[in-house]
């Protein structure tokens, strides 16, 4: 939690993060959408995407048996976000939708927001009550810090509750085949963090009942050592800006 939301925000520092290890980031999608399903305020309640997003992204809500929609996102033309048809399709909606959104290194389009454009996203998302799903699976790949690829997360979810993530170690940890992952959701307070803990154990249990070990105790050991953080840090930075530069040689 700490990796994603940071050591110093607000809703970790009040204990009011619920959160559980999920069979990588793709079981934690799917656990996420089995628990707005089931408890979501809105009951016919839409799942929206960006008008391009990961694949998967599309066999997962239909597997949990929702309506996908679509707002604008990415255009075509520029190569860069469509701000204005986003804004405008997040406004038109009905309230208390799902919004599926990629916390940075938006795949597939490689397209983020500026935080000035965060900010304005959030404000349309405030304004009309929708729920936002944050999809985290490349943290530092986006940018040479790591701590600033959740930046929009951080943000939304220090002042606004109506937010969950999932979240995974397949690329930044190198652990794809040990499916290693999270889900965590903003709560209002303490009681509330231990309710949906609890509706956490009821979901999983009749999926996998438990996950890997093996993964986790290696996230664990790396982020609980300052040596090992920092080695780990490097070797991500390297990746990130390799990927980078190829991204700029194939063009």
């Known amino acids: 939690m700490e990796l ?3 050591a110093d925000h607000p809703a970790l520092i009040e204990d009011r993060i619920a959160s559980m290890q999920t069979v990588s980031g793709t079981g934690a999608l799917y656990l996420g959408f089995q628990m707005i399903k089931k408890y ?11 008008n391009v997003t990961w694949s998967l992204h599309h066999n997962i809500i239909a597997e949990c048996g ?6 604008r996102y990415y ?3 520029t190569k860069g976000i469509d701000m204005n048809g986003m804004l405008e399709d997040l406004e038109s909606i009905e309230d208390g939708q799902v919004l599926l959104i990629q916390t940075s290194a938006q795949n597939p389009s490689g397209v983020d927001p500026t935080r ?3 900010h304005e996203i959030f404000e349309v998302i405030k304004k009309k ?11 530092g790949f986006a940018s040479d810090n790591y701590q600033d690829d959740t930046w929009s997360l951080k943000t939304l979810a220090s002042q606004y509750v109506r937010c969950q993530l ?4 397949s690329k930044n940890f190198g652990l ?6 999270t889900l965590s959701i903003v709560c209002t307070n303490q009681e509330e963090k231990s309710v949906i803990q609890t509706k956490f154990k009821e979901a999983c249990l009749p999926i996998y009942s438990n996950p890997p070990v093996h993964g986790a105790r290696i996230v664990d050991l790396i982020l609980s050592s300052k040596e090992l953080t920092a080695e780990w840090e490097q070797e991500v930075l390297f990746m990130s800006q390799r990927l980078r530069q190829l991204r700029v040689d194939i063009v």
């Open 4 to 6: 994603a939301y940071g």
């Open 75 to 77: 255009n075509t033309v």
């Open 40 to 50: 979501h305020p809105v009951k016919l309640a839409k799942v929206y995407t960006p």
């Open 116 to 118: 000035e454009q965060w």
């Open 66 to 71: 929702f309506e996908e929609k679509c707002f």
């Open 176 to 181: 794809y085949g040990e499916r290693t992952g």
């Open 166 to 169: 999932a979240q995974s170690f």
């Open 129 to 139: 009550k929708h729920y936002v799903f944050f999809d985290s699976a490349y943290q």
